[in-house]
């Protein structure tokens, strides 16, 4: 499913890589406090997109996950760039997850975010976040945002848990920035895993728990995109609801077979044989 018509005036902000033949998905979410958002997206988007096509295949871990990093800087210069040309802010969040397979099948997955887009693995029943929203900011708190459901959850918050969550708007990083605190990491990828990639716009509605639940019980990365793009925008749509939040939403989800093409065509078909399966989802508010 992809739509890209708002139904409201504001334009559509979130960009989406999906290129599963090379490994390489990405979320871009243009942020909506300035004037060319869903521009920054789109600028950051094609810039990976290109490099990704021409990025060698053969390179080591740690040289992937040096030109991954470089890539995620370039791309925020770009942004700056275009900024000062056209004399305007913009600015989007970025979270890129890159699927790294040595020549002895040693398998792992590289995470390069700036902003509160995100990176999720589901192993086992147990969904992580793999990616960091703000690294300044108390990561117990954080995840208690993250599971806010009621009223009374939101009671219970202490006084800087309220703040955030009343300003969840607020980024502290994106490309655009002049100094760019790019978050990398490395993470081992099993059989079985299933990995997500979000804009605030999911997670900002769902809790943590129910986006679990979605992706565990789907029976495919395709429906599991689907419901979570349905049940963030229903969500978004109660007005009386504490976690509603109007916003682009978007979605990619990724499942580990048996095998691991990565640089090779994306295989269709259930989960369970061979191969990496993907699907992702696009919807304006």
């Not at 040096?66 to 802010?89: F, G, P, T």
């Not at 970025?94 to 693995?121: A, C, Q």
């Not at 300044?136 to 969550?165: C, E, H, M, V, W």
Request: charged letters at 30%; proline letters at 4%; aromatic letters at 6%.
């Amino acid at each position: 499913m992809s739509l890209e018509k708002s139904d409201q005036d504001k334009p559509h902000e979130d960009r989406y890589v999906h290129m599963p033949e090379r490994g390489a998905f990405a979320v871009f979410d243009g942020m909506g406090g300035h004037s060319n958002g869903d521009k920054a997206a789109e600028l950051g988007r094609d810039f990976i997109m290109d490099a990704i096509r021409f990025m060698p295949t053969d390179l080591s871990l740690d040289e992937t996950r040096q030109h991954l990093l470089l890539l995620a800087v370039e791309a925020n210069q770009v942004v700056r760039d275009e900024a000062k040309k056209i004399k305007s802010d913009m600015g989007a969040t970025m979270s890129m997850g890159y699927f790294w397979e040595s020549p002895t099948d040693e398998r792992k997955l590289i995470t390069i975010n700036l902003g509160d887009s995100r990176v999720y693995r589901l192993r086992k029943g147990n969904l992580d976040v793999l990616t960091t929203d703000d690294p300044d900011f108390p990561q117990d708190i954080q995840r208690q945002l993250d599971n806010l459901d009621t009223a009374d959850d939101y009671k219970n918050l202490s006084r800087q848990g309220k703040n955030r969550f009343n300003s969840r708007n607020v980024v502290s990083g994106a490309l655009s920035n002049r100094y760019p605190e790019v978050g990398v990491d490395v993470h081992d990828v099993q059989e079985g895993d299933e990995y997500l990639l979000t804009s605030d716009g999911v997670h900002d509605n769902l809790t943590h728990d129910k986006i679990a639940e979605i992706v565990r019980n789907a029976s495919s990365a395709q429906v599991a995109v689907t419901q979570l793009v349905e049940a963030s925008r229903e969500r978004a749509r109660r007005s009386s609801d504490y976690r509603a939040k109007p916003d682009d939403m978007t979605a990619i989800v990724v499942k580990i077979g048996a095998n691991f093409p990565t640089h090779l065509p994306a295989q269709t078909g259930p989960t369970g044989e061979s191969g990496l399966y993907s699907a992702s989802s696009n919807c304006p508010r």
